[in-house]
Nanobody
Framework: QVQLLESGGGLVLPGGSLTLSCAAS????????MSWYRKAPGKERDFVAS???????QYADFVKGRFTISRDNTKNTVYLQMNSLKPDDTAVYYC?????????WGQGTQVTVSS
């Protein structure tokens, strides 16, 4: 019943920027945390970034200093600002909402970094 809709993916040159959005079907403060994950072809799903209900933020080491997670509760939306993109960032990016032991996932949005 919880729906998460990602948008903003696309093709970008190395060194470029993209902003991903995750629009939730309900108040994002209903969840303990909102997170971004990604899955590259042939690789396991990786954690990217999260923001919890208290505003605490975590980043994976491989995006630290380049990506920024933020939220706008008035729009029920979480963002991932991605700068200085590298070809290794190419993946399907997924939005995740969690509360207690329950996890909800969006359908994913493709990010391709290529020259």
């Amino acid at each position: 019943q919880v729906q998460l809709l990602e948008s903003g993916g696309g093709l970008v040159l190395p060194g470029g920027s993209l902003t991903l959005s995750c629009a939730a079907s309900e108040n994002i403060f209903n969840f303990n945390a909102m997170s971004w994950y990604r899955k590259a072809p042939g690789k396991e799903r990786d954690f990217v970034a999260s923001i919890n209900v208290g505003g605490r933020i975590q980043y994976a080491d491989f995006v630290k200093g380049r990506f920024t997670i933020s939220r706008d509760n008035t729009k029920n939306t979480v963002y991932l600002q991605m700068n200085s993109l590298k070809p290794d960032d190419t993946a399907v990016y997924y939005c995740n909402a969690s509360i207690l032991s329950r996890h909800y996932w969006g359908q994913g949005t493709q990010v391709t970094v290529s020259s």
